[in-house]
């Protein structure tokens, strides 16, 4: 397991952009495959986005498509979540999550993750 921190969450207005970062302390995290998850009020945590460790293959939540890209640093130990055109429905706690694997898109599949970083969108 590695550990994750994220940063970058705010307050922005329907339409604008937020950067959210997730850095690992460890070198190895550079072999994780990571993930965005989000949760907003109500149980469960859903898929955002996720990519394999080498940033090969990306895969999308439909509702996030054209929006929202997924990227990583290895050389910075770091993954971004770039959030664009933002809408008051995406208004959750965004968390990063990291797997010594491939990425699935449920929250079991990842054996790391982080404390979560708030997005609120207003209209």
């Known amino acids: 397991q590695v550990r994750l921190v994220e940063s970058g969450g705010g307050l922005v207005q329907a339409g604008d952009s937020l950067r959210l970062s997730c850095a690992a302390s460890?070198?190895?995290?550079?072999?994780?495959?990571t993930g965005w998850f989000r949760q907003a009020p109500g149980p469960g945590r859903e898929f955002v986005t996720s990519?394999?460790?080498?940033?090969?293959?990306?895969y999308y939540a439909d509702f996030v498509k054209g929006r929202f890209t997924i990227s990583r640093d290895n050389a910075k130990n770091t993954v971004y979540l770039q959030m664009n055109n933002l809408k008051p429905e995406d208004t959750a706690v965004y968390y990063c999550?990291?797997?010594?694997?491939?990425?699935?898109?449920?929250?079991?599949?990842?054996?790391?993750w982080g404390q979560g970083t708030q997005v609120t969108v207003s209209s």
């Open positions: 460890e070198r190895t995290f550079r072999s994780y495959a």
């Open positions: 990519m394999t460790w080498n940033a090969g293959m990306t």
């Open positions: 999550a990291a797997v010594a694997g491939l990425p699935g898109r449920s929250p079991a599949d990842f054996s790391s």
